[in-house]
């Protein structure tokens, strides 16, 4: 049977860019609360027991572990209209988390977050990889990858504003709300106008699937599980490395307190500086990485985008343990800036790299099965190893040595075991529809 053609170039550019702008907003929704948490807490009296409730549990677990159903959804139903209401339901939960008065409130506002951005990655992967030729793959899938830094840029300065702004206003007064506060009213600013992006998305054309040879319907859940576990060195050797990844991206969530504690720095003036570097940087990095992949792959390298994932690892490393022990802060930046590069690098080509063994039958489940797994070591390591070591090893006054500490200890068996990796990766991709 002969599969349908692939979109235009128009049509597939433009879900391209209402991917990547939910993507954006999906960031920015999930970011803003770790950059408002002294303000929530000074107005409802919350513990930090309680805040970590609402950056871990309530939103990584949900996040985790709901994109896995999701993703067989989407091997079987209209992926369009899955993104359209996973959107509305994450942008009227970020304006709802404005209005909660109490623990409760907020806690099921960030656990709703959590499950309608679980829809967008999975469904994403799987459109583009069926608009696009595997040979022009790279460029539209590192494209929507960089709105993971421009997200994170973005929720940086709104986080900068939002703290300048509270230091000379007491709040502001909208229709029908009242008066709002200055972290409730971003919450609304923040979270509403991704409805006009859902909207985009419930009038765009809904992509042929392109199944392989031998996969005219989509796998099931079993023999999808069956597929990774026979190919474990493969598929769980590439993701441990973004593992590693992820966890040292959200341990730096720590770094606000870190300069503080080092370098004299307000949280305000950190969120701006590393908003900017973040905006510049990351979505070169990750559109970069996706251009130069493409281009190895036409002069004949099948692994070019393991080669880009190895390369930004390895550099991460030691990029992301030093910068806090510098002896300025505009030194700190400068080195974070390369663990950004590195950082973004590894994004963009572990998702391509992926994308590269996975039968397309299979491939939204297996795109949720590595986000649920990236996002759970990230979310759940990160943050809580730097709190541990801060507190039980190294002192809080040496918070900067805990932020230090984890690209080694999560970084340096995947690094040992690069070779064995590399072969079993590489197996697969010869095996790869």
Do not use: C
């Not at 000074?42 to 930090?48: C, I, V």
């Not at 985009?200 to 099931?220: S, T, Y």
């Not at 003036?269 to 990095?285: F, K, R």
């Not at 700190?332 to 963009?348: N, R």
């Amino acid at each position: 049977m002969t599969e349908a053609p692939y979109p235009s170039s128009r049509t597939a550019w433009t879900m391209v860019t209402l991917l990547t702008l939910a993507y954006v907003f999906s960031f920015v929704d999930r970011y803003i609360l770790g950059l408002l948490i002294e303000p929530i807490k000074a107005d409802l009296h919350f513990s930090d027991e309680k805040i970590g409730y609402l950056l871990g549990p309530a939103f990584a677990l949900f996040y985790a572990t709901i994109g896995v159903p999701l993703g067989w959804l989407a091997d079987r139903a209209r992926r369009t209209w899955i993104v359209a209401a996973g959107i509305t339901l994450w942008s009227i939960a970020t304006a709802a988390s404005g209005l909660a008065r109490g623990f409760g409130g907020l806690f099921v506002a960030r656990m709703s977050v959590g499950v309608g951005e679980a829809t967008l990655s999975p469904s994403a992967m799987s459109m583009i990889s069926d608009s696009f030729p595997r040979e022009k793959r790279g460029t539209p899938i590192g494209v929507y990858s960089a709105a993971l830094s421009l997200g994170a840029g973005i929720a940086s300065l709104i986080g900068a504003a939002v703290l300048g702004w509270a230091k000379v206003s007491s709040g502001m007064t909208l229709p029908i709300l009242g008066a709002v506060k200055p972290w409730q009213f971003a919450f609304l600013a923040v979270g509403l106008p991704g409805l006009l992006i859902a909207i985009g998305f419930l009038l765009l054309p809904e992509p042929p699937r392109r199944r392989g040879p031998g996969n005219a319907q989509a796998a099931g859940f079993g023999a999808t599980i069956a597929l990774v576990g026979k190919r474990l060195g493969a598929f769980g050797g590439m993701t441990s490395l973004v593992a590693v990844m992820t966890i040292i991206a959200y341990s730096q969530g720590f770094n606000p307190a870190a300069f503080a504690r080092s370098f004299g720095w307000e949280a305000r003036d950190y969120a701006l500086v590393n908003g900017s570097m973040i905006l510049i940087l990351g979505p070169a990095t990750v559109y970069g990485a996706g251009a130069i992949i493409d281009r190895w792959r036409k002069r004949g390298t099948p692994d070019a985008a393991f080669r880009m994932l190895t390369m930004g690892f390895i550099v991460m490393l030691p990029a992301s343990a030093v910068p806090l022990f510098m002896p300025s802060p505009w030194l700190a930046f400068a080195i974070l800036g390369v663990s950004t590069t590195a950082i973004g690098t590894v994004t963009a080509a572990g998702i391509i790299a992926l994308l590269d063994i996975t039968p397309g039958a299979s491939r939204a489940t297996i795109v949720s099965l590595y986000y649920m797994m990236i996002s759970i070591a990230g979310l759940g390591l990160g943050p809580t190893t730097v709190g541990l070591l801060s507190t039980r090893v190294f002192g809080e006054g040496q918070l900067r040595a805990a932020v230090g500490a984890v690209p080694l200890i999560y970084g340096l068996v995947p690094l040992l075991l690069l070779p064995m990796i590399a072969k079993a990766y590489r197996a697969q991709l010869s095996r790869a529809p």
